[in-house]
């Protein structure tokens, strides 16, 4: 059994930044991730993450309702449509325009974009706006990573994100419900914090096409939608960029969308969720400040007024 692999981790085992992390090393990024017994180590004796956040467990969700219901609009907007429609999607060969205020700009093949990157497992909470959420075990490499070795120019102050825009493909976006691409950014010390992830699996394997195949951000602090999919362009820019969801509805969905029970929806509460995958449908539990990150995330928002940047 390799060392990274440890079932045994107790919360006396890892430094406090592993236990908010909860990281599990597995490998260098070689292209390919191996069939990793993720399914084992994830079996609810999560004691690292219980003694981060005072949740009794973040047990991962089920891996067919982690792929069974998603919001991926370019392929539908029914839950069930990703996972039915998502293989139309090529993913081989993939890349990434990284360009903007960076010393390295390039049109990079994912290959690139991952060699040498430490992929590790990180099991997050995900909360949609919608008020539902899962447990996910990612497999990724910090976006800072990615951002240090292109190296960001000192006026650069976000990141924006794009989407892949293939009609052919992707046949939601036939339709205009939303303004294609996909867009999604973040403020720039955001994008560095080392709980932002790029993604490349979950529970082990290759992601998914329906979770966002072959390169999505994932942003655990957030609402379900700053984790954009798909993603070919990565730009670095002076000015906080449009994002998807703000250009639709403005009143409904911020550019900070950081998870707050006290701060509701206008047409819902944010004050619970539904955890899918336990009990017929879903447990209902608190939603935590910041989805349970606020001891790492707080200060970034320090003397922001929440309600208004929300
Ligand atoms: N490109 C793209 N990215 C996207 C979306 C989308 O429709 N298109 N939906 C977002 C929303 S609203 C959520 S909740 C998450 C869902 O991620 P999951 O299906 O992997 O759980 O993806 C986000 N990223
Ligand atoms: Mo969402």
Not at 119 to 125: A, D, K, T
Not at 189 to 204: F, N, R, W
Not at 230 to 255: A, C, H
Not at 289 to 299: I, L, P, S
Request: proline share 9%.
């Amino acid at each position: 059994m390799p060392k990274w692999f440890r079932p045994d981790l107790t919360e006396n085992d890892v430094t406090p930044e592993e236990i908010y992390l909860n990281r599990r090393k597995f490998m260098k990024a070689a292209g390919v991730l191996p069939l990793f017994p993720a399914l084992a180590a994830c079996d609810g004796q999560d004691t690292s993450a219980k003694a981060a956040t005072g949740e009794n467990t973040l047990k991962p969700t089920p891996y067919e309702d982690i792929t069974g219901y998603n919001n991926f609009y370019e392929f539908g907007v029914n839950k069930s449509d990703p996972a039915r429609e998502a293989h139309r999607l090529t993913t081989k060969p993939w890349h990434v325009t990284i360009d903007g205020l960076v010393e390295k700009p390039g049109v990079y093949p994912l290959e690139d974009v991952l060699k040498g990157m430490d992929i590790e497992e990180r099991i997050y909470r995900f909360r949609c706006v919608e008020a539902w959420s899962m447990v996910i075990p990612w497999n990724g490499f910090m976006l800072r990573d990615l951002l240090k070795r292109v190296g960001v120019k000192p006026e650069a102050k976000y990141v924006a994100f794009e989407t892949l825009h293939r009609p052919e493909e992707m046949p939601g976006q036939k339709y205009p419900v939303l303004k294609w691409p996909y867009r999604e950014g973040l403020r720039l010390d955001e994008a560095m914090h080392p709980l932002t992830l790029l993604a490349t699996g979950l529970y082990g394997k290759p992601m998914p096409n329906q979770n966002g195949a072959p390169i999505r951000l994932v942003v655990p602090w957030k609402y379900g939608f700053k984790s954009i999919k798909s993603i070919v362009r990565i730009s670095l820019v002076k000015e906080q960029p449009p994002n998807t969801w703000n250009m639709m509805q403005p009143d409904e969905y911020g550019f900070y969308a950081n998870v707050n029970p006290n701060v509701s929806h206008p047409r819902w509460s944010q004050a619970t969720e539904r955890r899918l995958g336990e009990g017929l449908f879903g447990k209902r539990v608190p939603t935590l400040m910041f989805n349970g990150y606020e001891k790492e995330v707080a200060h970034l928002y320090k003397g922001m007024d929440l309600r208004k940047f929300y």
